[in-house]
């Protein structure tokens, strides 16, 4: 039976936020009410912070770093678009704090799922600053979320030449690179991530699934295996380690995988559904069933569930509950789904009985 595979690729951005005290010849008030503003903002007195920083504004209009650390301000608050808006006059302003505010700007709209822009505001902030390394990798972070792969690969690779250390940018290079189908060229840029940082969990977990793909189920193990060394609840490494482990042949220690990785968070719908595709090779249709249900409990849009639903409910010869699974998942996008739905012209045959 045809298994659908789903792998999250996890991208790690780590933005830091920090107000600034200023030293540029400023209107005098202006730049008290930005130095209580600062304090405020260290003290996490939000609302405070904004009310002094936008007194400054009043005073001094282009006052640059009250408009970066009121962007700041807004964006601790959950306030983003009033913090994209202040990033952005503050780097159309185009002095010192520009890139800068066109970095927080781009953090801003990846909060909010806006690529495309975060893509334009990280691109500003590297042009304006172009040996800072992590403003090269973000722009292959955003670039990568839109689906530019290429593009993105070319970001990750210029974080890398400013800093050759840099493990995050080995690992998403990596990521953008199996989306290209450059399976041996991802598993050299996570080998390096992993030298870079040998404790980056996720780099072994991404690097396990890279082999598993290739087909090398012993040395996808291994990797889940380092991963969940140094994490020990790390449930994502034990549901595809336990994907491996199916692959391989090993039903019974894919089980046991899968069924540590729900008790570590039992709202996991993926492992639920994993659980089911191994219960359905072992023919265990019964369980499968059973685990398929649960999975979409927890996620009604999941499709694959839907799909090895199914299959279970077609060797247990409910025909008219498995075509009813299959169209769901068709519906949902899920290709098999048609196929299975099509099989023989049984379920068109069914729906006919239906419909009498």
């Known amino acids: 039976m045809k298994r659908i595979f789903h792998l999250a690729v996890f991208l790690i951005a780590p933005f830091a936020l920090s107000a600034q005290t200023d030293t540029s010849q400023v ?3 202006a730049q008290q009410k930005y130095n209580e503003g600062v304090a405020a903002y260290e003290s996490k007195k939000l609302d405070e912070a904004i009310s002094r ?5 009043a005073l001094d209009p282009k006052f640059e770093k009250a408009l970066l650390n009121r962007g700041n301000a807004y964006y601790e608050a959950k306030k983003t678009d009033k913090a994209i808006a202040d990033y952005n006059t503050c780097g159309q302003l185009n002095g010192p704090s520009a890139d800068n505010a066109w970095y927080m700007k781009g953090t801003a709209e990846m909060d909010l799922g806006q690529y495309e822009e975060a893509v334009k505001s990280f691109t500003n902030a590297a042009n304006k600053k172009n040996g800072e ?9 955003a670039q990568f979320q839109a689906g530019n792969y290429d593009d993105a690969i070319g970001s990750f690779s210029n974080a890398i ?3 050759p250390d840099y493990a995050f940018a080995y690992n998403d290079r990596a990521s953008a690179k199996k989306k290209k189908g450059d399976l041996d060229g991802a598993i050299k840029d996570y080998e390096s991530a992993i030298q870079s940082n040998p404790q980056l969990t996720f780099a072994y977990n991404n690097l396990g699934s890279v082999k598993r793909q290739k087909g090398d189920f012993t040395g996808a193990i291994q990797e889940y295996n380092n991963a969940i060394r140094l994490k020990k609840d790390y449930y994502i490494a034990y549901n595809n380690r336990g994907m491996a482990k199916m692959d391989a042949g090993k039903f019974e220690e894919a089980i046991a995988d899968f069924n540590e990785a729900i008790k570590l968070k039992a ?7 994993n659980r089911a595709a191994c219960y359905i090779k072992m023919q265990k249709y019964k369980e499968a069933v059973a685990d398929c249900d649960k999975a979409i409990q927890l996620d009604a849009a999941y499709g694959v569930a839907y799909l090895n639903r199914g299959i279970a409910k077609e060797m247990l010869r409910d025909l008219a509950g498995a075509c009813s699974d299959w169209e769901n998942a068709a519906a949902m996008g ?3 789904g048609e196929t299975y739905y099509n099989i023989y012209g049984v379920c068109s045959e069914v729906e006919k009985y239906n419909q009498k």
């Open 267 to 273: 709202d996991y719908a993926f492992a639920y559904n």
């Open 133 to 141: 390394a992590k403003y090269h990798y973000n722009l292959g972070v």
């Open 53 to 57: 920083f936008t007194e400054a504004l």
């Open 334 to 336: 899920v290709e098999s």
């Open 161 to 163: 030449r400013l800093k």
């Open 27 to 29: 209107n005098p008030e």
